[in-house]
């Protein structure tokens, strides 16, 4: 199943545009360092997200790959790299679990029997490579990121900065950060072990306030001319819930600790923030896991991505 959620941000440059689009303000000259700082400030603040430890996510999933058109997932984040994304097709569950150096992927087979099976080299390598909960801008010099300017570009016709960022694992990355607003719009990541992809690419949409944080509640991938983007729709948000460390460990297939709705729910607390107030909440709760190809007969999963800067979710192999 192809599900990427990844952290995402934005740059390039088209001068002609400017000239037509003459209701648009013009776009300041910047440097790479200032356009981060603008952005940590947009989303909240860099106090503000240090302070967050575990973060939970919970929604749906859209997706014409999909054995069902819309899936209940749920994703948690616990600094500094573990994720545990799930979903729920009818009961069917799918889970991928990465502990931070190992990562595990549950799905039913084709007799609908549960299958463990650990994270190829290509996943681990991109499980961890991923920044959790807050993504690679927010305290990149402390994570050992190194962040230039690479250009204006127009995204969805909009001004976008593209900072290219190499990673501590030698992972370069781009994202593309809105020029008025300062938020992460785009985020693409290289995935050699991707079936026909050498990179991924993640789109940050419709940002919610989460007590001070912007977070975006829908994140596509494969999004482009002619093409159906999958989307992760976020319904609610848990910050710093807490999250015991079984749910990142191998999942078990059978007994009252099987997968991790059982293992580790996340319990009602006042901090359940709702992205959107008219979608009824999942019954159980992004960047960031690789794509991969359908699953026969389950529903996909993945890992976080996540909000901007962290890892969004990807299918199981």
């Known amino acids: 199943m192809r599900w990427t959620l990844i952290v995402a941000l934005a740059v390039g440059a088209v001068a002609s545009a400017m000239a037509t689009d003459r209701s648009a303000p013009p776009v300041r000259e910047l440097t790479a360092a200032q356009i981060v700082e603008k952005n940590v400030a947009a989303r909240g603040g860099l106090e503000a ?173 494969g999004a482009g001319p002619g093409v159906r983007p999958d989307r992760m729709v976020i319904e609610r948000v848990l910050l710093n819930p807490p999250l015991d460390d079984r749910a990142f460990a191998r999942p078990r297939t059978h007994g009252p600790g099987a997968g991790m709705a059982a293992d580790n729910p996340p319990a009602p607390s006042p901090r359940r923030i709702p992205l959107n107030p008219s979608v009824a909440p999942a019954p159980y709760p992004f960047t960031a896991q690789p794509p991969s190809a359908p699953a026969p007969a389950a529903a996909p999963g993945s890992a976080p991505a996540p909000a901007p800067g962290a890892a969004p979710a990807s299918g199981p192999n």
């Open 49 to 221: 997200w240090r302070k967050i430890e575990t973060m939970v996510w919970t929604g749906h999933m859209e997706s014409i790959h999909a054995p069902m058109p819309m899936m209940l997932f749920v994703m948690q984040q616990k600094r500094p790299n573990k994720t545990h994304f799930e979903i729920n097709a009818l009961g069917d569950r799918t889970i991928r679990v990465f502990d931070g150096e190992r990562g595990w992927k549950l799905k039913p087979d084709q007799q609908g029997k549960a299958q463990v099976k650990p994270f190829s080299f290509e996943e681990v390598t991109f499980a961890h490579a991923a920044q959790v909960i807050d993504g690679p801008l927010i305290d990149y010099l402390a994570k050992g990121n190194v962040v230039t300017l690479e250009g204006l570009d127009e995204v969805e016709g909009r001004k976008a900065y593209r900072l290219g960022v190499r990673l501590a694992t030698g992972e370069t990355d781009q994202i593309w950060i809105d020029a008025q607003t300062f938020l992460d719009v785009r985020y693409d990541r290289p995935f050699a072990g991707g079936p026909g992809h050498d990179r991924v690419s993640v789109f940050y949409r419709d940002y919610k306030a989460v007590e001070g944080l912007q977070v975006p509640s829908v994140i596509e991938t």
